[in-house]
């Protein structure tokens, strides 16, 4: 096996997630590879035509924007570190590029949304003997995290480890020059660097990372995912992707015909036009528009304009907006336009509460995959230590008005809710800081009520 060759399962996924991000990336990026995704609108049309024909059809960036709100969901509100003191110092240059734990999982977040194949690794320098514990961290000697595009992904292998599926081997490309190779030899986790010298692939680092003295007995490498199969699987993007790309090519046809159709032809019939010498006809140029008059020799002569007719445009503006529609069914709601007739509000809570349930089991998986990988950082600095950053899963856009305020302090007088029903039904409001749990907000009142001078004082 050559360390460059590539799984078959990843292999059958590579045009598949190019076409995710070029669609992602929008009007540019898909207009970059024009017949890709928009072919010739018949057979035998000039490259000129067709350059014409793209420059006028419009890109409607419908999977993104439902990827922007998907993330955008899940970033919403008040998202929280959970970690030791120790992990504190390395949380805001989690990454060799100095990035923080937001910003990573921001990153992972949006990549995994297109290819659902993301690589997770956490890795830690070797740290000379004679280095003092208390000044590892600032000559950055401490955990770093990488995070891989799932092209970047060349060979995984899976097997049994601790009675448990986990990578017995990877190798992952970080450049055109340069392959890292993870595997587990006798149980021991080793590290190679594959480089490119002279046209040939070398091996120039092998090492074996350990943590406080001993080697690792797992690759610290996971992939982020909606699923907990080893391979590539369909994320949720690629239906609406290929939704996205029909509608381009629906919008093409109707920006064919309003470009070849929208002018009007003029016609001029039954007139005979005079004879040069050679007894050649002789047609003029002539003005058409406003301001001009036409002389036409014949009496049967007469000049009108040909117009486009028929119900072919309404045909392709229908075919348009029910790609539209079939967007807003598989998951991108904010597509559509309001509708002339309010929907019904249990229509419209259903729908809502299908697409929130499709958004928080995808917040769910993510924030697993991700918060493992911290962990694995965190207890490479303390031993036990874990480390979180949550997502957000309370998509409600309702806030509490003064008239609901009343009643729920109603009910906590009459005794029918508990002061801690009552503070999670702020939370759920808006109305209370969703990260302060009951016990310290009562601890806050407790003393501010200590802080606040008497009435004798005043």
């Known amino acids: 096996m050559a360390i460059t060759d590539l799984h078959p399962n990843l292999a059958k996924f590579q045009p598949r997630w190019k076409k995710i991000r070029d669609v992602i990336d929008g009007s540019y990026a898909v207009k970059l590879c ?80 297109q290819t659902n194949y993301t690589g997770l690794f956490a890795d830690h320098p070797q740290t000379p003997d004679e280095t003092p514990a208390d000044e590892a961290i600032d000559l950055g000697y401490r955990p770093f995290l990488f995070m891989y ?71 610290p490498f996971i992939i982020m995912s909606d699923t907990t199969k080893p391979y590539p699987q369909t994320g949720q993007l690629e239906d609406i992707v290929q939704l996205n790309l029909d509608h381009y090519k629906a919008q093409g046809k109707l920006a064919m015909l309003e470009m070849f159709g929208s002018g009007v032809i003029p016609v001029i019939s039954g007139a005979t036009p005079a004879t040069n010498e050679d007894g050649e ?57 309001d509708k002339a007739a309010p929907e019904a509000p249990e229509v419209v809570l259903t729908e809502k509460a299908g697409e929130d349930a499709i958004t928080e089991n995808l917040t769910l998986a993510y924030n697993r995959r991700l918060d493992a990988i911290l962990t694995i950082a965190a207890d490479w600095l303390e031993e036990g230590a874990t480390a979180s950053f ?52 009562r601890a806050q009142i407790e003393q501010d009520n200590l802080d606040r001078p008497s009435t004798e004082a005043l």
């Open 34 to 113: 024009p017949e890709a995704y928009l072919p010739r609108a018949r057979p035998g049309q000039s490259d000129a035509e067709y350059d014409i024909y793209e420059a006028n059809t419009s890109f409607f960036p419908g999977a993104s924007r439902m990827a922007e709100c998907r993330k955008g969901l899940m970033f919403i509100g008040n998202n929280v570190l959970t970690c030791s003191d120790k992990f504190k110092l390395i949380a805001d240059a989690i990454t060799k590029d100095a990035m923080s734990v937001r910003e990573f999982y921001d990153e992972a977040v949006w990549d995994t949304l």
């Open 390 to 441: 949550s997502l957000n899963t309370d998509y409600s856009s309702t806030t509490l008005t003064a008239q609901d305020l009343t009643a729920l302090a109603g009910l906590v007088a009459q005794g029918q809710m508990s002061q801690r029903q009552l503070y999670w039904n702020l939370q759920k409001g808006k109305r209370v800081d969703p990260a302060s749990t009951f016990e310290e907000e």
């Open 149 to 219: 595009p799932a092209e970047s992904i060349l060979m995984p292998k899976w097997g049994m480890v601790k009675n448990k599926r986990a990578l017995i081997y990877i190798t992952i490309k970080e450049s055109d020059t340069r392959i890292l190779e993870l595997e587990l030899v006798n149980g021991i986790y080793v590290q190679r660097v594959w480089e490119m010298l002279e046209g040939i692939w070398r091996k120039t680092v092998e090492r074996t990372p350990s943590k406080r003295g001993k080697p690792l007995t797992e690759i």
């Open 281 to 337: 006809a002789d047609v003029p140029s002539m003005f058409v528009g406003t301001g001009g008059f036409l002389v036409l020799p014949g009496e049967n002569a007469k000049a009108y304009f040909l117009e486009p007719e028929g119900n072919m445009a309404a045909s392709l503006r229908a075919t348009v907006d029910l790609r539209e529609q079939q967007m807003n069914k598989a998951g991108a709601r904010l597509l559509t336009a």
